[in-house]
């Protein structure tokens, strides 16, 4: 007869999450997500397989938390100024007295730019080129551009988010407000 679960899972995923936001991936270890979570290896490898594994629904946990500041995004009508909008959207979060900063995403891209991990590398590109293609389609919204300045203006915007979410983990609110409007003033 199988253990019934004495945790409910979305909750020990999210303190995982927090974790992993915190440290990044190989910084985690098991003894520190038994201790964060409040269960044992054993519930962890029972469940998720094994770290990866339980990353993996981190992200997963991630992206629902941030789908609302994504679907706005997507579905607003004003071209750059919604990408701009996003950029504070997406680091608003940053100024609040908790202690995680930047995008977990952000992190994690960097994190495994140089890894063979082949499922997650696959989840940071998924989510990278859906959010190039949503920056695409609101610079086209700008009939004078060209296809060639959009897709420069689109990798540049992409790389300013990097650069933004990296920043947000150490810069103030000014500093980062600035950077954001520098960013738009050559767009």
């Not at 927090?18 to 991936?25: A, D, E, K, P």
């Amino acid at each position: 007869m199988a253990r019934k679960k004495e945790y409910i899972e979305t909750e020990v995923v999210e303190k995982a999450m927090q974790l992993f936001w915190r440290n990044g991936y190989e910084t985690t270890s098991m003894q520190m997500l038994e201790k964060e979570m409040g269960i044992n290896k054993f519930s962890i490898y029972s469940s998720f397989g094994n770290k990866n594994g339980l990353f993996l629904e981190c992200l997963k946990c991630y992206k629902e938390k941030i789908s609302n500041i994504f679907e706005k995004f997507k579905n607003a009508p004003n071209g750059i100024e919604d990408i701009k909008q996003f950029f504070y959207d997406s680091v608003s979060s940053n100024f609040n007295d908790d202690y995680i900063k930047g995008c977990l995403i952000t992190n994690t891209y960097n994190e495994f730019s140089n890894k063979e991990d082949k499922a997650i590398k696959e989840q940071m590109n998924a989510f990278m080129n859906n959010l190039k293609l949503i920056i695409i389609d609101k610079l086209k919204k700008d009939s004078t551009k060209s296809e060639a300045a959009i897709l420069e203006q689109a990798n540049y915007l992409l790389l300013a988010k990097h650069g933004l979410a990296a920043a947000a983990r150490v810069n103030s609110k000014k500093e980062i407000e600035d950077y954001i409007e520098m960013t738009f003033k050559n767009i």
